[in-house]
């Protein structure tokens, strides 16, 4: 699949459109697609552009309520300002004849999207919900790093859990009413081994013209709280198992993505996987790799953990913890996080940016 790189929802509308919906002839068609257009910008739910030519017609196109017209004269005179968003970003949803996706747009035929397409602000599908934490602040990062100030933005929450995050990804593209971004834990335990079986069920998906979805570059969300966050919490908490931890995780180094912070690491885990991810852990850690291994026969009665479970719960305590003691989240961002940051911090803004109401007439 290919992934929409550094975009805003900015709907394109094509000057084609002019002759495939006999837009200059006294009964135009797709009325209601124009109607329903027109309020969405007029609510800031996207951006709606196009070639000048278009919005000279739609001002005035028979049929539409006079609020519709009003909307599309405030685009048309202020054309040269609303069309210098695409200065920001530049990927566009461009509507017209065909179905395609390129690398900095998407194409639709007309003929195939509902008269409500992109009436709704755009879906973001996670798999817990209390992940959008770590996602506002990707873009708050984004948003320091790049200098753009606050460029309001706003999703439409969508919980697949877990298993089920595939099935709802394409019953929300299905719908064709709104753009749907899913995102998704490798559940990988090294840089090179398998996936987990939600995000294997996506790498498969063919091209959606109403969706895309990112995997992190990380086991899990836990592990996009910065390490030095969870020393502060351990030492707080001064908790001996806890306590244990914090010769791997001041390491401050790139194993940390892959840890399992909930359940821990098991030596069995090791010990059954490839010598691939044995060495990638024998080498992080500079230790043997016989001390990773262990003679456990099976999982679920493995104690041996090189890394101690930290409660399922971790992700919400860590979050109070950071509330309570007034902790300065951003700064703690180190190198090998700032990456996964600013690609995620990036991507979000720009397919959930809202634009501002228009105040028609």
């Known amino acids: 699949m290919v992934f929409l790189k550094s ?4 709907i394109y509308l094509l000057q084609e459109l002019i002759d495939k919906c006999q837009l200059n ?8 697609f124009f109607e329903n257009l027109a309020i969405a910008r007029r609510d800031g ?3 709606v552009l196009g070639d000048q030519s278009i919005f000279a017609i739609l001002r005035k196109l028979n049929g539409l309520s006079p609020l519709a ?3 599309y004269n ?3 005179l202020r054309f040269s300002t609303e069309a210098s968003i695409m200065n920001h970003g530049n990927y566009l949803f461009k509507i017209g004849s065909v179905d395609k996706v390129e690398h900095n747009a998407t194409f639709y035929n007309l003929d195939n999207l509902n008269d409500d397409s992109f009436c709704n602000y755009n879906n973001l599908l996670l798999e817990n919900p209390v992940d959008t934490f770590i996602y506002a602040k990707s873009i708050e990062y984004y948003q320091i790093k790049n200098s753009l100030g606050t460029v309001e933005y706003l999703w439409d929450l969508r919980n697949g859990g877990g298993t089920t995050s595939f099935a709802e990804f394409l019953r929300l593209n299905n719908l064709k009413t709104a753009y749907t971004f899913a995102i998704l834990d490798s559940d990988k335990i090294c840089p090179n081994s398998s996936l987990g079986g939600t995000a294997s069920q996506f790498l498969n998906t063919p091209d959606t013209l109403f969706g895309n979805y990112k995997i992190l570059d990380a086991h899990e969300i836990e592990n996009l709280i910065p390490s030095q966050i969870y020393s502060l919490y351990i030492n707080y ?10 010769n ?3 390491l401050n180094s790139e194993i940390f993505k892959y840890l399992d912070i909930k359940k821990g690491v098991k030596k069995f885990t090791l010990t059954n996987s490839s010598e691939n991810t044995k060495n990638y852990y024998s080498h ?5 790799a016989s001390d990773i291994l262990c003679l456990c026969v099976k999982k679920n009665e493995c104690n041996c953990f090189i890394f101690n479970p930290m409660a399922r719960t971790i992700f919400n305590d860590i979050k109070l913890f950071i509330d309570q003691q007034k902790i300065d989240f951003l700064s703690f961002i180190n190198d090998f996080l700032e990456h996964i940051y600013l690609e995620l911090g990036e991507k979000l803004l720009w397919i959930f940016c809202k634009s501002n109401r228009i105040t028609a007439y």
């Not at 975009?7 to 900015?10: A, G, N, V, Y």
């Not at 002839?25 to 209601?32: A, G, K, L, V």
Request: charged share 25%; glycine share 0%; no cysteine.
């Open 7 to 10: 975009f805003k929802m900015i």
């Open 69 to 71: 017209q009003s909307i």
């Open 25 to 32: 002839s006294q009964q135009p068609s797709r009325i209601d």
């Open 74 to 76: 405030k685009i048309y």
């Open 237 to 246: 908490k001064n908790d001996q198992k806890l306590n244990e931890n914090l």
């Open 248 to 250: 791997i995780i001041e």
């Open 284 to 288: 992080a850690l500079n230790i043997p």
């Open 45 to 47: 739910k996207h951006f």
